[in-house]
């Protein structure tokens, strides 16, 4: 019961708060209306799974990852153990059976890894820039846990 309310929450949540950025990034809901028109067109003027795709309509794909980036549903904490064995993290020895923790929220709105955090881009998420965060401290935002 507890996963099923989890999944319908935080899935409205985020659906809401996507129309919100929409709403208020005119620019940002004219591309998207312009991505998914141009991929209906290509699929003979239907919705189907491939076309909602990350390689078919990254432009959504970006505006989904900075909706959750910047209002969250839940701003969830990871935590894992370090069980295996002692690990470098830039720089910085974490030693084994020691406890990570990752905050998904502050991460993203660091100015140090983010630019402009408080504004909607949802650029930062496109290939060429998830490319470009690669080997820096920001590539943390790429993490799967993020």
């Known amino acids: 019961n507890v996963s099923l309310v989890a999944a319908i929450d935080t899935t409205s949540s985020l659906l809401s708060w996507n129309m919100m950025h929409l709403a208020l990034n005119p620019d940002v809901q004219e591309k998207l209306h312009g991505e998914l028109t141009e991929s209906i067109r290509k699929a003979g003027g239907t919705i189907n799974a491939e076309m909602l795709r990350r390689g078919e309509s990254s432009y959504l794909h970006a505006v989904l990852r900075e909706t959750h980036r910047l209002t969250p549903p839940a701003p969830i904490t990871v935590m894992k153990e370090n ?48 490319d470009a965060r690669k080997g820096t401290p920001a590539e943390v935002l790429d993490h799967p846990y993020y």
């Open 83 to 130: 069980s295996l064995d002692d690990v470098e993290m830039h720089g910085s020895k974490v030693p084994k059976d020691s406890l990570i923790c990752l905050d998904a929220f502050s991460v993203g709105l660091d100015p140090n890894l983010v630019d402009k955090p408080q504004e909607f881009r949802p650029e930062r998420w496109l290939p060429s820039a998830i």
